[in-house]
């Protein structure tokens, strides 16, 4: 059984799509490679910034559960 031909959305070359090939079904195995993450991209988070971030965060779950078990009277 052939596999289907396929053109590469990205650097536009004909490939098969295979069976269990990783990434995207448009695009060819050498462009479906995950691109790496570079450390400095990512941010560490300082003590008050987890702070803010927590303090937020219970207050959107606050909020929502007002919403979602209010009585409604």
Partial sequence: MAFPIKVCTVCKEEFELK???PGFAN???E???P???DS???H??????????TEANEA????MRELLYRKDS
């Fill in 60 to 63: 959107r779950r606050n909020s």
């Fill in 19 to 21: 069976p269990n090939k």
């Fill in 44 to 53: 560490r988070m300082d003590a008050d910034e987890r702070r803010t971030a």
């Fill in 40 to 42: 400095t991209t990512q």
């Fill in 31 to 33: 462009c479906s490679i």
């Fill in 27 to 29: 695009r060819c195995p």
């Fill in 35 to 37: 691109e790496s993450n």
